[in-house]
C-alpha cells in the first residue's frame, strides 16, 4: 500500500496541482479532518477504538485527467436491495478478513470498478462519518494519476456508471450549496447540483475533501454545524 506523504515533490505536475496536492496531504494531517488511527500494518492485530466503530471504508478517488483534478462518484446499480441508485463513492462493508480500513477501501474499489491498489496512492483519511442511520464509515483519500475511462471494469451487479466531477467545477458557487433534512432529525448538510445530484453522505465527504484540499478563497462553503437549528 503507497502513502503519498506531504514531503513528496510533485514534479511530474503543473505548480497548481502540486500546491493543491500538498495543501491536502497537509490538511489530512491536522485533527480537523483526520482521526488519529493507525491505518498501516497492525502489529498486535488489534483495531483502535475509532476503527472499531466504523463497519465500511471508501475510498475518495481524486483523478488527475488532462492536467485537470475530479473527483470520481459511482452511481449504485438499480438491483440493489439498498441505496440502489445513488450517487456514492467505491466502498463497503468491512470483511472478517480486513486487515485495516484502508484495505477495505481499496478492495471494494477494486471489486467495484476494477482499479487495482497499485494505482492509487492514498494521501490521507477523513474523519469517521455517522449516516443517519448510525452507521459510521470511514473515507479515505487516494490519487490516481493520468485516469482513463478505459481503465475501469465494472462490477454491473454493484454499480451501474461511473462520473468525474471537476474539482473547479464543485467548488463554483453555482455549483454547491446546503440542504435541510428532517427524516432522521433536523440536520444541514451540503449538496452539489449537477445531473446526477450529489447529497447526503457523499456530499458531506465531498464538502470535506474540498475543504481540505481548497482556500477558502476557493472554496468558501464552510459547515461548522451540522445540526439545524430552527
Excluded at 35 to 52: A, R
Excluded at 172 to 194: A, E, S
Aim: hydrophobic share 35%.
Amino acid at each position: 500500500m503507497r502513502w503519498l506523504h506531504r514531503h513528496i515533490l510533485y514534479r511530474p505536475y503543473s505548480t497548481e496541482i502540486s500546491h493543491t496536492l500538498e495543501r491536502l496531504s497537509k490538511s489530512l494531517t491536522k485533527n480537523k479532518f483526520k482521526t488519529e488511527i493507525s491505518v498501516g500494518k497492525l502489529s498486535n492485530g488489534k483495531h483502535s477504538e475509532n476503527e472499531k466503530k466504523c463497519a465500511a471504508a471508501v475510498l475518495i478517488p481524486l483523478c488527475l485527467t488532462d492536467g485537470k483534478l475530479s473527483l470520481l462518484y459511482t452511481v449504485r446499480s438499480k438491483n440493489l436491495s439498498k441505496h440502489r441508485g445513488e450517487v456514492s463513492f467505491p466502498g463497503g462493508n468491512r470483511d472478517k478478513n480486513d486487515a485495516t480500513l484502508v484495505y477495505t477501501a481499496l478492495r471494494e474499489t477494486y471489486e467495484e470498478i476494477g482499479i487495482k491498489e497499485d494505482r492509487v496512492k492514498v494521501i490521507g483519511q477523513l474523519n469517521p462519518l455517522q449516516s443517519m442511520k448510525g452507521n459510521y464509515v470511514m473515507p479515505f483519500v487516494g490519487f490516481i494519476n493520468n485516469f482513463n475511462f478505459s481503465d475501469l471494469k465494472l462490477n454491473q451487479s454493484e454499480v451501474d456508471q461511473v462520473f468525474l466531477r471537476f474539482v473547479s467545477d464543485l467548488s463554483h458557487k453555482g455549483i454547491y450549496g446546503v440542504t435541510q433534512f428532517r427524516t432522521f432529525g433536523d440536520f444541514i448538510l451540503p449538496v452539489y447540483r449537477g445531473e446526477p445530484k450529489i447529497w447526503g453522505l457523499t456530499a458531506m465527504m465531498t464538502h470535506l475533501t474540498l475543504s481540505a484540499m481548497l482556500t477558502r478563497e476557493e472554496y468558501p462553503l464552510r459547515l461548522k454545524m451540522l445540526k439545524f437549528r430552527s
